[in-house]
């Protein structure tokens, strides 16, 4: 069992940056997939972001490419990401999740646990 927990969302003017954190517990966090995903009203949840158990391979939506860093510290059990140019099109709600299985990918049918969220709206 993993249990997430998201913090770091709030308003921010469009081209600043926010750092979103997602505290977990349980073995299996330093073992597992972890991504960021997020979910605008009205739409489908996406995929963000996502990072091996190593952290050695990280994978983004071309959408934030250049703009978001996910990173993780597995001694404190804990996922980062760093938004930085951000745009009125990244608001939305964003989710942890983490993925038992070997490999990283990027589809939300794949992760077995979530996080609630946390809100990020960037006003224009």
């Known amino acids: 069992q993993v249990q997430l927990v998201e913090s770091g969302g709030g308003l921010v003017q469009a081209g600043g940056s926010l750092r979103l954190s997602c505290a977990a517990s349980g073995r299996v966090f330093s073992t597992s997939t972890l991504g960021w995903f997020r979910q605008a009203p009205g739409k489908e949840r996406e995929f963000v972001a996502a990072i091996s158990w190593s952290g050695g391979s990280t994978y983004y939506a071309d959408s934030v490419k250049g703009r978001f860093t996910i990173s993780r510290d597995n001694a404190k059990n804990t996922l980062y990401l760093q938004m930085n140019s951000l745009k009125a099109e990244d608001t939305a709600v964003y989710y942890c999740?983490?993925?038992?299985?070997?490999?990283?990918?990027?589809?939300?049918?794949?992760?077995?646990?979530w996080g609630q969220g946390t809100q990020v709206t960037v006003s224009s």
């Open positions: 999740a983490a993925d038992t299985g070997t490999a990283v990918r990027t589809s939300r049918y794949k992760y077995d646990f």
